[in-house]
Each structure stands twice: as C-alpha cells, then as structure tokens.
C-alpha cells in the first residue's frame, strides 16, 4: 500500500509554487482543503494553473481532494505538490501512468494558465 497525504491551501509545489484557492467548508487546521481543479501558482512560470488528478475515493463539493499520490500542478513543471500536514490516507499502488488521471478536465490545455 502506498501512503499519500492531503493538501491544503498555503501548500507548496516542488517548482516553488503554492495552492492559493480550496474548499473553505472542509478544512484541517483551519485551512481550506485543495481539490481537483482549484488553483496554484508557479515559482517559475507567472500566470495560475490548476491542480490536476485527486484521490479517487474522497470528494468535498462534488470534487475529489487533492492528495500527494494523486495530484499535480498543470504548470509547466508538472510540478508534485508538497503537503504541509499528516493527514494521510492510503490506496494500492496503480502504474505511474495511471496514478494522475483528471476525470472531467480531458478538454482543457493543462499548459496554459487559467484565466
């Protein structure tokens, strides 16, 4: 079993980033909870990109939650995103390929910043 971590709005990205939009009904610590399609910057790129992929089990507003094993930044980077509290959660491994599949963002240009 893999073990995976929530994350929140104020986490970082591996590219110098942050999550900077979440669900503000469920949070940890007084933090709002990131999602599948809420908002993060680039420490490398200007603009404001989206989190792509969530944790296929766990939803808050109809949006899955973003977690460490299944979530990424659509920043140039592809950047992984760094949680910042100890709530985990657990799934078996999937391949790689597999591990980061938005399901109803396949029409947008991951690549582009939000507008």
Known sequence: MAKGYYL???DKTTCGGVII???QTMTFNGRATAREG???TCGKHSGTYIIAGGVPSMFSMGRRLAGTLD???TCPCRARL???VMDSYE???EPADRAV???NMAAQN???PVK
């Open 82 to 84: 760094i949680n910042s």
């Open 91 to 93: 799934k078996q491994e």
């Open 38 to 40: 809420d908002h993060v």
């Open 71 to 73: 979530s990424v930044s």
């Open 21 to 23: 939009t979440g669900d």
């Open 110 to 112: 991951f690549s582009s």
């Open 8 to 10: 929140l709005v104020g």
């Open 101 to 103: 599949a938005p399901t």
